[in-house]
């Protein structure tokens, strides 16, 4: 089983980044899938989620109509595009595969930095 991120890296205030998760070992199109990030100090905090047929989203207020979650089931591949970033959304991204009876799955992270 892996989750690979992709996508992470320096970007300006205002800037936009898309970050890839490509999955593998494991039945994709059955997992909830979400991304995470991680700022130091503080808890790892729930960002986006997306259901397994992608027909349902769902974000935390501080992204909401800045961050779209999106996935390809044919790919095994999910996305997070980040529009008009931050410098309250730099931390470490990462995606994780979730079923319904607690089979969970962590990728190992792309870092966000939001910074002029």
């Known amino acids: 089983v892996q989750l690979v991120e992709s996508g992470g890296g320096l970007v300006q205030p205002g800037g936009s980044l898309r970050l890839s998760c490509a999955a593998s070992?494991?039945?994709?199109?059955?997992?909830?899938m979400s991304w995470y990030r991680q700022i130091p100090g503080k808890e790892r905090e729930l960002v986006a989620a997306?259901?397994?047929?992608?027909?349902?989203?769902n974000y935390v207020d501080s992204v909401k109509g800045r961050f779209t979650i999106s996935r390809d089931n044919a790919k095994r591949m999910v996305y997070l595009q980040m529009n008009s970033l931050k410098p309250d959304d730099t931390g470490v991204y990462s995606c994780k595969a979730a079923t319904w009876w607690g089979q969970v799955y962590w990728g190992q992270g792309t870092q966000v930095t939001v910074s002029s």
């Open positions: 070992g494991f039945t994709f199109s059955s997992y909830v």
């Open positions: 997306i259901t397994s047929d992608g027909g349902r989203t």
